[in-house]
DNA sequence: CTGAAAGCGCTTACAG
DNA sequence: CTGAAAGCGCTTACAG
């Protein structure tokens, strides 16, 4: 392996001067930084990382722990995310190490990587409200940034759609198509983007002056037809629904259908769409009118703003609310007439 | 962060001696170690890894590239792999640097990760026949150790089931059996273990002065249903049928049910079991009798073996070839008596 | 049994 | 614009 020292003795340089000359500090002259970068490439010069890392005190790793389901399959586009990531962390001298968690405690392989010792910081996702992988972390002061937020008044570095106006975008599109009884088929309360999704939608509701209906469960097809097969049967059934994801949507589509009822002229439906699904939006008839947030777009922005909090920038700094899409397609129209 | 230098300095030792305790030296006296130890725990000390390997030249990280499929779907079962993997990696000091093989040119991702200049070595799946990056490493000096064997006179490191046993013991059952018409439901050639099931067969059955049918395809269900169809429909067809995979086992079932044929009656079946597809080798109706060999079992002998390289053990005391179980179940009989 | 010293390959004040 | 020096935290011959 070559090293500074052998460019040096090539040129008669210090390695302080190859040094400066390689990482294109202003105050080397033009010429020796041009002949110390074309001997470096003709030696097949490589920074030795390690080295580099002890003298910056930093690791250039960065762990993420990956939360499996019990038949520990994978999920749906996992390696598009993986790969993103990898890629973003990359430009960055930043690799991933990746852990996976299959027990109860949720702390515990954070517990497991930090003793290793290794680690810059983290990647966390999916959140929980009162998360506490997030009192850890923050307890032992290690960096970390987060891919989603537990709270609406997280102090820490995220970046997460505002979810809270994912479900008043979908209200108000309803609202003035003239939907009235709007129905929310949530993801689990646990889940922090579902709690902000039921205030968003509550609070989105009362503006309208209007009573909210929502049930909260796992994010699958079943739950979606069982809810709404039911709120269907009901006194006063909606006239539209806004689901958690296609999936939910697909099984909000099965009840309609089970029920002779058309969509949209009978019902209207809004899902929210992270482009990561198998279902997918357009495939519905008609195509799903959809909040839309690909989840791949958070690759590159979460390994920025880890970079950044490891940089030392204010955590305020480095949070990163975004606006879901607002695509209205053919499963949303006007309310039915009221009979 | 606490080192050497601190506990030394509280115990007014050389940061030598504070490191040889730890390092558990024989040479130091039992009560300095206890002594280091203890203070060591008590100051919450955490060796520095980078320092670590900066001294020792080696970075503790090994790279390991998956292959993809074109859906960026996972494969079944891969948290497993990479759970077991990450664990028996790290009871080494060891970390596993991911990437994904995205590409037509199998090299680049590997040719990516050396160019970043911080692992010691990699493990490499699935290998080819004259896999070109087997070629790559070598020719580079990279140490590997690769999951499975390209070729029957591999030089370097491997852990692998003995492909051609899986077929000799297959055929060995069947001709026991009375079977003498057996056909061979392979994997694509190009797959080294493929070569490897086809060269055993073609040696068991000549050794018992019989004629191998054989094809080589894409391990999947439909492979086995034509191929077992048209055999089966042939002017001798197969009394039995040795399938690469549950998989094409369940194809080959389903060719046989078409026909109106029994199991084991008047067709047997033999599959290799790697214990990973969802398809489970029990739940078959006869159950079926496999050749079994875990997939999973890899993990821990591909990490000791890729550390012992990394030590600098030679090659050929880094070779593993594994026998496969054979479990006879109901899915083997007697061969139907001739017509 | 223990210590002083050199060194792994880099970066970066401090001088000049 | 360039160099000599110190230092990141460890390991390991070399002495004693």
Redesign the interface.
Known sequence: MTTLKDIGEELSLSVATVSRALNGFPEVSLRTRQKVRETADRMGY??????Q??VTGR???VGMV?K?KPD?????????I??RL?AAL?VR?T??????D?GTDPVAPYE?MI????LDGFILNAPQTNDPRIAFLRQRGIPFVVHGRAAPDADYAFYEIDNQAVSADAVDLLVALGHKSIALINGTLRHAYAADRLTGFKTAMARHGLRPQATSEAVIESHGYTKALAMLAAGTPPTAFLCASTQVAAGVVRATADRGLRIPRDVSIVAHDDAHSQVRAVDFDPPLTVTRAPLRDACEPLAELLLDVLGGKPAPECQRLIKAELIVRGSTGPAPKEA
């Open positions: 490589r920074p030795n990382r390690v080295a890392r002890l690791s250039g790793m990956l499996i520990m399959t994978a999920d749906e586009m996992f390696f598009e993986l790969t990898t990359s001298e690799d991933l190490v990746l852990a996976v299959q497991r003793e290793r010792n290794i």
